[in-house]
């Protein structure tokens, strides 16, 4: 009897190929975008952000997760939003792992208006920035 072919294994995030950059700049997320990668994060899933996202969402609603090039155990999560000369700062807290075994932070980011914003993470050393708009 022939043996099935093993499944191969999933491919790392940071190896895959994704809109974005891996240098240090803020990028656009397309709108058909899942993930993006910006620096030294890989964020998403912005399709499913978009489909649910709608003003005033209330507090840890609007999830995004971001997935750390470089984890650090100790470094929590700041991601700050402007947009239209408005600034809201959002906290994920400690690293978490993902069904895949990533390291990632999980966030709530219920950005309160229509527009585009920027989003910068920070975690330790790691940087990323993503520009989101949301009609």
């Known amino acids: 009897m022939p043996s099935s072919p093993a499944a191969s294994p999933p491919v790392p995030a940071f190896q895959q190929s994704l809109p974005g950059s891996a240098r240090r700049e803020c ?8 993930l993006v990668r910006s620096g030294d ?8 952000y978009r489909r649910q996202w709608h003003p005033d969402l209330g507090p840890d609603l609007g999830k995004l997760f971001w997935l750390p090039a470089r984890p650090q155990l100790n470094a929590a999560l ?9 600034t809201e700062t959002y906290s994920a807290g400690s690293l978490a792992t993902n069904d895949a075994g990533q390291a990632m932070y999980p966030s709530g980011i219920p ?6 914003w920027k989003l910068v993470a920070q975690a330790g050393d790691g940087w990323g920035c993503f520009e989101l708009t949301l009609l």
């Open 27 to 34: 990028v656009a997320v397309p709108g058909d975008a899942t």
């Open 41 to 48: 994060f890989i964020a998403g899933d912005f399709v499913e």
């Open 78 to 86: 700041t991601v700050t939003a402007t947009s239209g000369g408005r």
């Open 111 to 116: 950005l309160p208006a229509a527009g585009t």
